[in-house]
Structures are given as structure tokens and as C-alpha cells.
């Protein structure tokens, strides 16, 4: 069974200080890992779609890595409006496109 | 690009009642969509995909007399939470991809479905 597990559940951070989210996953082949970005009662808005072993790709103060088991976003320099939840997702093999969703990062940012 | 229409971004029903919500594709066709379920503090629950012009695929324990979904054109769907009961209250979100060479979904912004 595929499986997406996201930690920590909840962060907190100081302006400015960086740090990393993690995700694992458990797939039987993947076709993509998506991360996503969402703030209350709205829906997820997209950030990154990683396909291969080594792949990275960076938007503004997030990055977004990816290994055989496990995907990182780091996140540089925060602030205040990068609090969300952010959400990792697997696109499994053969599963018509469907995404498999962690149970997402909780993460708030202090001024 | 990539826009996701939701409408209505809120509802309040009386038990019994049926309760349509409406999904579009605002620049692009999405040749498939899917419709999910958030309860607070949770992720997203898959409840069907939706692909245009067929019959859609409900996941495992998603009563799909109960919830309608038709898929009638590239650029529209419509979920139809059918006899609603308080139970039904949830946060309902669908998505769409964009063509048949990616994956990506598209999320719109949610329906908040609250039943009497």
C-alpha cells in the first residue's frame, strides 16, 4: 500500500531562521512527488512536481529536493506569510493520476 | 494559467436537501478531475475521479448514489451531495489536470458544505 508520511506535524520557526520539512514515501513506482502549499479554508495551491532521484527546483525562499525514499523542503530565510500547511503528495505508477496526500506540515512563522 | 473555479465557496443546507457544487477549469480543458474531502486538521481524502464523458470512478466507501458527480464537458464538473445530513458537513475541493503529458493537479478553492 502507498504511503506518505510528513514530519513534523507542526513547526514554528523564528523569522529568519531556516529550516527543512520532510517527507517519506512508500510507493510502488512513482510517477511524481508533488508539494503543495495551503492556507485555511482555501484549497492546496502548487508549488513543485519532482519526477527523479537527484531532481531539485527552488521558488523564491523554497526548495524542494528529492531521493529514492524521501523528499525535503527547505525553506531559506522565512517569513511571516510562508506560514501554511504544506502538503506532500505521490503519484504512484498506474493509479490513473491519482495522488496519494501526507497528513501535512503545520508551519508558522513569528515575526 | 491554471486556474480552478469552485462555486459556491460556501453553503448552509437543511437535512435532506441536495446541494450542487460546481468545478471549472478557467484556461485550460482537464480532461480528468477529481473531487476530494478535508475534515479539519486532516488531508485530503480522494472521492472520485472524473473523467469527461464517462461514468466517474468513486474510491472505496464513497457511496456514489450519494454523491453525484458528472463530468458533461472539458471545463466542468459538478458534485451533487444528494438527501445531505450533518454528517455530509465537510470542506469539499476538486482538482484538474491540465493534459494528458503531466500530472499536476490543479486545486480549486473549496467549498465549505455545512448541513442543519
Known amino acids: 500500500e502507498d504511503q506518505v508520511t510528513q514530519s513534523p506535524e507542526a513547526l514554528r520557526l523564528q523569522e529568519g531562521e531556516s529550516s527543512s520539512l520532510n517527507c517519506s514515501y512508500t510507493?510502488?513506482?512513482?510517477?511524481?512527488l508533488f508539494w503543495y502549499r495551503q492556507d485555511p479554508g482555501k484549497g492546496p495551491e502548487f508549488l513543485f512536481t519532482l519526477y527523479s532521484a537527484g531532481e531539485e527546483k527552488e521558488k523564491e525562499r523554497l526548495k524542494a529536493t528529492l531521493t529514492k525514499k524521501e523528499s525535503f523542503l527547505h525553506i531559506t530565510a522565512p517569513k511571516p506569510e510562508d506560514s501554511a500547511t504544506y502538503l506532500c503528495?505521490?503519484?504512484?505508477?498506474?493509479?490513473?493520476?491519482?495522488?496519494?496526500f501526507g497528513s501535512g506540515t503545520q508551519l508558522t512563522v513569528l515575526p | 494559467g491554471a486556474v480552478v473555479s469552485q462555486h459556491p465557496s460556501r453553503v448552509i443546507c437543511k437535512s435532506g436537501t441536495s446541494v450542487k457544487i460546481e468545478c471549472r477549469s478557467l484556461?485550460?480543458?482537464?480532461?480528468?478531475m477529481f473531487w476530494y474531502r478535508q475534515f479539519p486538521k486532516q488531508s485530503l481524502m480522494l472521492m472520485a475521479t472524473?473523467?469527461?464523458?464517462?461514468?466517474?470512478?468513486?474510491e472505496q466507501g464513497v457511496e456514489k448514489d450519494k454523491f453525484l458527480i458528472n463530468h458533461a464537458s472539458l471545463t466542468l464538473s459538478t458534485l451533487t451531495v444528494t438527501s445531505a445530513h450533518p454528517e455530509d458537513s465537510s470542506f469539499y475541493i476538486c482538482s484538474a489536470v491540465t493534459g494528458t503529458s503531466t500530472d499536476t493537479q490543479y486545486f480549486g478553492p473549496g467549498t465549505r458544505l455545512t448541513v442543519l
Open positions: 510507493v510502488s513506482g512513482l510517477r511524481g
Open positions: 503528495a505521490v503519484g504512484p505508477s498506474g493509479s490513473a493520476r491519482q495522488l496519494t
Open positions: 472524473s473523467n469527461e464523458g464517462s461514468k466517474a470512478t468513486y
Open positions: 484556461d485550460f480543458q482537464a480532461t480528468t
